[in-house]
């Protein structure tokens, strides 16, 4: 009886940790995205130190979330969001072309994030 409790128990320790990961990473995701829009529409806008005030915003959103993503994610694919992320201050303080090439090369990275690297759930 007592093995039967402790599979339950490693079973419920195991479906925890996947359900954490999968809403953690979706509340990254979410928050990175309302900020990469922002951002977008704030370039668009040709409103470019807002732009670089909110990147810089995102990038510490990033570094705070990325202790925790990097238990469950794989680190080439972090460090690639984390270069991209890291850019765009530069890159909005500029003025540079480059600048919607990243947003939408930082997008691609994180919507692959999800689609590919959280756990399934069925």
């Not at 009886?1 to 990473?25: S, V």
């Amino acid at each position: 009886m007592r093995r039967l409790w402790a599979a339950f128990a490693l079973i419920a320790i195991t479906l925890g940790i996947c359900f954490f990961n999968r809403f953690y990473l979706n509340k990254v995701y979410s928050e990175t995205s309302r900020y990469v829009k922002k951002i977008s529409s704030l370039y668009n806008k040709e409103r470019y130190s807002a732009a670089e005030f909110t990147a810089n915003e995102l990038e510490n959103s990033w570094k705070k979330n990325e202790k925790t993503l990097e238990k469950f994610i794989s680190e080439d694919k972090l460090e690639s969001v984390r270069v991209i992320i890291s850019e765009l201050p530069n890159l909005a303080k500029d003025k540079s072309h480059e600048f919607s090439i990243h947003l939408k090369k930082l997008t691609e990275t994180l919507k692959h994030i999800i689609e590919k690297e959280q756990p399934r759930l069925y």
